[in-house]
């Protein structure tokens, strides 16, 4: 931990802890600071899509497009709350409510098939046709219990089970936090 | 140096984690995974789908992609029932559930290996108290006061002349003024004894990279046998800053490629660097490489030619990793002689953040700090293997530069500072993903 953190002072940090629900501890968002200053290159305030596309890590993933608009103009506590959603201390159901909020891309609190579609369009590309995967979604909708047409919401959400997924969460940030400087 | 636990030497932390990007570190980095505990094939399932997702991800160049480096592990991670096993049915919960391609994202974002190549990590400031600080003060002012007079004074008189002889910048115009009165005439009047003419040359541009190390006072200490002027061969080292290539050249007058740059450099780089044979590149086009290629392949060829040096990483890198080799320098058939360099950073950083600073900024910073110390070692020369492909070869040899000055490997390509990963990176990504989908459709 080096001493460069004079910018954030102890108000600063107890702030963005409150605001991201103490999901992160103080030397985490300590360390989460100097990798915003060292992403935001032109000290804006905020990292623009450039500056996450240089790294190619980011700029490889599939929903990088879709993860960008969520994350375009985020000051540095706006910042640490979007990435809240990984931490180890965050519940389930606020993971939940993330990744609901990921597909939910019009924000109106309802998921449709066509949201759907488009996320698993940027999943797969041009590896599988378009008429497949309506095909592929229909049948797992269907066989789920909802329809074509129907819309889920973030109840919905909840009753699909995705606990063991979400472990790779839990370890993969906690890891990470030690390597930052 | 910025020691973190856990980066190189702990296991146990690795085989805790379940997430799927981990043992690319602990590839790159050396630590072994152990056998984790027997999971539900779900588990198992999903992991598979992440674990190729990333074996091909690694940010391998798109020239690389069939050497997946990470493959090797996922065999000794899995048990043999488990990768007999049928896949399963597609779930709803299989389609909503992104949260692997996510956390890659969201672990990008917190923290990147590419990224932290070329971080010029600041040292640990240390004259934070009241006697330090007073002592740190009078460092400056020797360092900038009387080691780097400003660079006018000396105009002025000339008993200031003398004192200043005595210092750097003053050793360093000294220096260039001899240096060019004995270039000058030799290069431009002596035609017709080439080999001679050469011959003086060479000296000449050993003598004037001796004086630039002594400008920053430095300290370099050389170990192994020193080049020797064969054809055939070829000096790969790797590279953080344009410094490296005065170090080398002041042992030995080596032919180098670079790219061109603007400024005092691009001059320099035109009329002395001719002269030992260097090869010029452009990093921004496209067809540059295959001429490029046939110039080198000529010049090894050639047996009075001084021999070539290459820096494979294509940029400078902060010393503490190496980048992704380039294939060219290996694919040459010739003898591949490693250099490996490593700078103290107790006196200086000498990376040469060439976004940050220019050049002569650079060399200001340098000539202001007390001294620059580097270890240089002359492995020994390796040739390729049969049934080798010169990216594995490439490996090979950036593995034993690794190894000798302590830097850690990472599976980027250098170029990724300049241009956008190849979109194909992304394009097998999804596509192992979807057959993956695609196969589990088929399953009643």
Redesign the interface.
């Known amino acids: 931990m080096g001493n460069t953190s004079s910018m954030l002072t102890q108000y600063d940090i107890e702030e963005v802890q409150e605001h991201c629900n103490h999901a992160f501890s103080q030397q985490e968002i300590v360390s989460l600071y100097h990798r915003f200053c060292q992403l935001d290159r032109n000290s804006s305030g905020f990292i623009t899509g450039d500056e996450f596309l240089s790294v190619p890590e980011f700029a490889v993933n599939p929903l990088s497009q879709r993860l960008l608009r969520m994350l375009d103009g985020l000051n540095f506590k706006e910042f640490v709350a979007f990435l809240s959603a990984f931490s180890p201390r965050i519940s389930l159901q606020q993971k939940i409510e993330f990744l609901f909020k990921v597909y939910d891309f019009n924000s109106n609190g309802k998921v449709t098939f066509d949201d759907i579609l488009s996320v698993l369009r940027d999943l797969t590309g041009s590896f599988i046709s378009e008429q497949q995967r309506q095909e592929v979604i229909t049948r797992v909708l269907e066989e789920a219990g909802y329809r074509r047409d129907s819309s889920l919401v973030l109840s919905d959400f909840m009753r699909v089970r995705m606990y063991y997924c979400f472990q790779y969460l839990y370890y993969k940030l906690s890891f990470r936090s030690l390597f930052t400087d | 140096m ?1 020691q ?4 190189d030497s702990s296991p146990l ?1 690795f085989a ?7 043992p690319l570190f602990a590839t790159f980095i050396g630590a072994r995974r152990r056998a984790p505990p027997a999971r ?1 094939h ?2 198992i399932g ?1 992991q598979l789908v ?1 674990r190729r997702i990333l074996a091909a ?1 690694g ?1 391998l160049d798109s020239s690389s992609m069939e050497t997946d480096l990470d493959r090797p592990n996922i065999e000794e991670y899995l048990t043999t029932e488990t990768i007999r096993e049928v896949p399963k049915k ?26 932290r190549c070329f ?1 010029s ?2 040292p ?2 240390w004259n934070w108290n009241i006697y330090l600080f007073p002592l740190w003060c009078l460092g400056v002012v020797v360092r900038y006061g009387i080691l780097f007079p400003a660079s006018f004074s000396w105009l002025v008189s000339l008993s200031n002349l003398i004192s200043c002889m005595f210092c750097r910048v003053g050793v360093l115009a000294l220096g260039w003024i001899v240096f060019f009165a004995a270039f000058l005439p030799v290069h431009f009047l002596i035609r017709g004894h080439d080999k001679w003419r050469r011959k003086i040359e060479r000296k000449l541009v050993e003598m004037m990279c001796s004086v630039f190390v002594a400008s920053w006072t430095g300290v370099i200490k050389y170990h192994g046998p020193r080049p020797s002027r064969r054809p055939q061969q070829v000096f790969v080292a790797n590279h953080t800053s344009m410094i490296d290539f005065i170090i080398l050249e002041q042992m030995t007058a080596f032919a180098v490629i670079m790219q061109k740059h603007p400024g005092w450099v691009g001059f320099i780089q035109k009329t002395i660097l001719e002269s030992v044979g260097c090869i010029w590149f452009n990093r921004t086009e496209s067809k540059d490489r295959e001429v490029v290629a046939t110039k080198i392949r000529e010049h090894t060829q050639g047996v009075d030619n001084n021999p070539l040096l290459i820096f494979p990483e294509g940029t400078c890198v902060n010393n503490h990793y190496t980048v992704m080799f380039k294939k060219g320098a290996f694919e040459l058939g010739c003898a591949v002689c490693p250099v490996a360099i490593k700078y103290n950073k107790i006196f200086v950083d000498a990376f040469w953040n060439s976004k940050k600073q220019s050049f002569t900024t650079h060399l200001a910073q340098l000539m202001t700090s007390w001294a620059v110390v580097c270890d240089v070692w002359y492995l020994e020369p390796q040739y390729i293997r049969p049934g080798e492909i010169p990216i594995e070869f490439a490996e090979r040899v950036r593995d034993m530069i690794s190894v000798r000055a302590g830097l850690k490997k990472v599976p ?1 390509d250098g170029y ?1 500072k300049y241009f ?2 190849s979109p194909k ?3 097998r ?3 192992i ?3 993956s ?2 196969k589990r ?1 088929e399953e009643k």
């Open positions: 910025n973190r636990v856990g980066t932390r805790a984690c379940e997430s799927a990007s981990i539900t779900r588990q999903s992440g991800m940010g597609l779930h709803l919960s299989d389609l909503l559930d992104i949260s692997p391609t996510l956390t890659e994202a969201a672990g990008a974002i917190v923290d990147d290996s590419f990224t971080k990590n600041s640990e400031p980027w990724l956008r990963p990176l992304t394009e990504k999804q596509q993903f979807a057959e989908v695609l459709l």
